[in-house]
């Protein structure tokens, strides 16, 4: 294990560790054999953008680390914080960014095409945020519910006139939807599904509002690309469940389901969209679920020595980027973070990165514009004031944009800018090399 701590060494920033419950049985499998994977001691929450103050020392760190449960190779995260607490109040909005938008129109057609869903069909959207993906499927006439726990959010969806009830999905909130407006033709979960812990509830839940020839797709970050990709900015408190194909098999095998089809995506640094229905229900089981299980096995994804060989790579990054980092700041250059990503805030609270590196942090999101960033209280600043204010280096904090961001900064770049990518290997891209 990784056990560096990365709690600041001036300041007091108060350890809540008794707030967040410790993961002791597995969610999928009911196991309780864990391998240590990494452990970051105590971290502020990724989506825990502050106001500026002139002392943080109320600013909760809780325990950050990920285990693999040896029987089903769930990974998870170490502690459980209170969902009331991460969610009732959120910053992140559903990215507007090209890559999104169009991955969404995607989704949206995908599911709408193979699975005949008509205009009198409902699609139920799980964590629907403020609406975006479920326009997308109000584009091809069908009735849309959302269900999302930030009241913030889910008041912003209604306003634009898609409905949103502002609840945690549950089996009781199945039931309900159910009642007042059938069964669902589609529940959809894009990223959401590695936010919950009572998977049990909430997969018992969709089972219940499913219509027979119903289909659950969810969209996950895939842990095999987690792996590959030393992508361990993905970790983070709201981030319970890492998954592999052959998990989720698992998952939906104990709970009366069955997962049918599987298809890898690149959006959020590789992603996984799976589709699952009732055992009896019309969908054949496609040879996508064998093939991406067997790929697993070959990587080696059942062994303890993957997650070994993950932790050790983790290591060599939380040693080269801050020592890339502070080589370019005592040469005089001026750094700052492109995106104020929750899985940037990982990178700098985890490889002990903060103010005396980064002079501010971009970011296209109104509400965490004028913020500091948790941990590390670097200010966030509109991407115009970026604009006004270049660095010689961007941190590419949001790198799953990586493509769109070097070609909308192609004048960043043509004027001597560079952007440092983090992972799977610190790097710069300058204009030659873009
Ligand atoms: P995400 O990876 O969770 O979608 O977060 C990406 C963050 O980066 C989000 O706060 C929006 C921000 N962002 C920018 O500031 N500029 C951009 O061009 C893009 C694509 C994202
Ligand atoms: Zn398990």
Not at 134 to 155: C, K, Q, S, W, Y
Not at 158 to 165: A, D, I, S
Not at 289 to 307: H, I, K, P, Q
Not at 414 to 432: C, N, Q, T, Y
Request: proline share 6%; aromatic share 8%; charged share 25%.
């Amino acid at each position: 294990m990784t056990g560096r701590s990365v709690l600041p060494e001036k300041g007091a920033p108060m350890d809540v560790s008794d707030r967040a419950r410790k993961v002791v049985a597995c969610r999928v499998c009911g196991g309780g054999d864990w391998q240590d994977v990494v452990s970051f001691g105590p971290v502020p929450l990724a989506n825990g953008f502050l106001d500026p103050a002139g002392s943080y020392d109320d600013e909760p760190y809780y325990p950050l680390g990920v285990i693999s449960c040896r029987s089903c190779r769930l990974m998870s995260v170490t502690r459980i914080v209170d969902p009331e607490v991460l969610y009732r109040t959120y910053p992140y909005v559903t990215s507007d960014s090209e890559t999104i938008t169009r991955h969404m129109r995607y989704v949206a057609e995908t599911c709408v095409r193979r699975f005949a869903i008509g205009e009198d069909d409902l699609v139920v959207e799980i964590g629907s945020n403020t609406g975006t993906q479920l326009l997308a499927f109000r584009e091809a006439g069908t009735r849309t519910l959302g269900v999302d726990p930030a009241r913030n959010l889910a008041a912003v969806a209604n306003g634009n006139g898609v409905p949103t009830l502002p609840e945690f999905f549950s089996a009781g909130v199945a039931e309900t939807i159910r009642e007042e407006h059938g069964p669902a033709r589609l529940v959809l979960g894009r990223h959401v599904f590695a936010h919950i812990d009572d998977l049990a509830g909430v997969v018992d839940g969709v089972r219940g509002l499913l219509a027979p020839d119903g289909v659950f797709a969810i969209e996950v970050p895939y842990a095999l690309e987690l792996l590959e990709r030393v992508a361990f900015d993905t970790i983070y408190h709201e981030h319970l469940s890492y998954f592999l194909v052959r998990t989720l098999g698992t998952l939906f095998e104990r709970h009366g389901l069955r997962l049918f089809d599987v298809e890898r995506l690149s959006v959020h640094g590789g992603s996984i969209l799976a589709f699952v229905g009732h055992p009896q229900g019309p969908w054949q089981v496609r040879p996508a679920v064998a093939e991406l299980s067997s790929l697993e096995e070959r990587t080696g994804l059942f062994e303890d020595s993957a997650y070994r060989v993950f932790a050790k790579n983790v290591g060599h990054i939380r040693e080269e980027l801050p020592a890339l980092i502070q080589r370019l700041v005592a040469d005089g250059k001026r750094i700052a973070g492109y995106g104020a990503s929750a899985k940037g805030n990982t990178i700098l609270n985890v490889c002990g990165l903060g103010p005396e590196h980064l002079d501010y942090c971009s970011d296209t999101t109104d509400l965490k514009q004028d913020k500091v960033l948790p941990g590390t209280h670097v200010p966030v600043r509109t991407p115009e004031y970026a604009r006004v204010h270049p660095p010689d280096y961007f941190l590419l904090l949001a790198w799953n944009y990586a493509d769109e961001i070097i070609r909308k900064e192609a004048s960043f770049l043509r004027a001597g800018g560079r952007f440092i990518l983090p992972i799977p290997k610190p790097s710069i891209v300058s204009d030659g090399s873009a």
